[in-house]
């Protein structure tokens, strides 16, 4: 589960992805995109899950995006 910034959260989820499929090259990408994007905040989550991504890398880009405009809106006020 992400608990502080996009770029922290996907560096571990990519640490962990690395660390399984050294050991198990049976999960597909929908697995790890899938576990990728349930972890993610609530508000982040909610834009990234209907943009369907198929990979985590595309899933990250999305996530960092809008963890950009969320902070950006509360620095605006």
């Known amino acids: 589960m992400q608990s502080g910034t996009v ?3 996907t ?3 990519e640490q962990l ?3 399984i ?3 198990s090259c049976h999960y597909a990408d929908l697995f790890f995109n899938s576990h990728y994007v349930s972890g993610l905040k ?3 989550r909610a834009v990234v ?3 369907v991504p198929t990979t985590v890398h595309r899933a990250a880009i999305i996530a960092r995006i809008q963890q950009k405009v969320l902070d950006r ?3 605006k006020y």
């Open 49 to 51: 899950e209907p943009q």
């Open 73 to 75: 809106g509360k620095y």
């Open 11 to 13: 560096t571990k989820f």
């Open 21 to 23: 499929t050294m050991h």
């Open 42 to 44: 609530d508000e982040i």
């Open 17 to 19: 992805q690395f660390d």
């Open 7 to 9: 770029e922290d959260y």
